[in-house]
């Protein structure tokens, strides 16, 4: 059975009352969307409650689910937007900052060495990632932490797959000319290769 047919047979049994199939449903997508409501929140806390709400608020609007898109580029919106809707309520909160992100890059089948080593990058790409205007910052996010396709990335933000591309082209290179204007370009494209 197909991916999207499961996920089909799961939304109508939940639209038929099993909580049990919308869990279901949503358990393969949980970790990244939490992921991605860290990133935005920058507090574990606040984004564990913030998954709630969208899930809560998600289950509660499945009837409305057209299925133009898949149920995790669904769920992405509701969860960004949640998030969007927590910034304008705390005004002094962060803008979507990579910051936090940083404590997730760490695998344990490398050592230490090598994690330090992995962290110390991440955090410089991630330092670089935040000085991008929002509209760049954001769909890199998408694409590299959030792993969307062109399409999910489109769906979420209501563009063209052409206008993701080229965005995605020009924040690339807006990336790049940052690295190499900061000077530490040449060590850090040869420490990636």
Known sequence: MSERASEKGLIEKTLKGDQRAFMELVAPYRTRLIRKAVSML???????????????????????FRGESGIYTWLYRIVVNKCRDFHRSKKNAPSDSLDSVAFM??????????????????????EQINTLDKR?????VMRYFDDLS?????S???????TVKSRLFKAREL???????????????EQAQ
């Open 42 to 64: 920058g507090n574990p806390q606040d984004a564990e409650d913030i998954l709630q709400e969208a899930l809560v608020t998600a289950y509660r609007a499945l009837k409305s």
């Open 105 to 126: 890059i760490h695998d344990d089948r490398i050592d230490l060495e090598k994690n330090l080593e992995l962290s110390t990058e991440s955090s410089y790409l991630i």
């Open 136 to 140: 760049y910052r954001e769909i890199l």
């Open 150 to 154: 062109y399409q999910e990335i489109a």
């Open 156 to 162: 979420v933000l209501k563009i063209q797959v052409g």
């Open 175 to 189: 990336l790049k000319r940052a690295i190499l204007q900061d000077g530490k370009g040449t060590e850090f494209f």
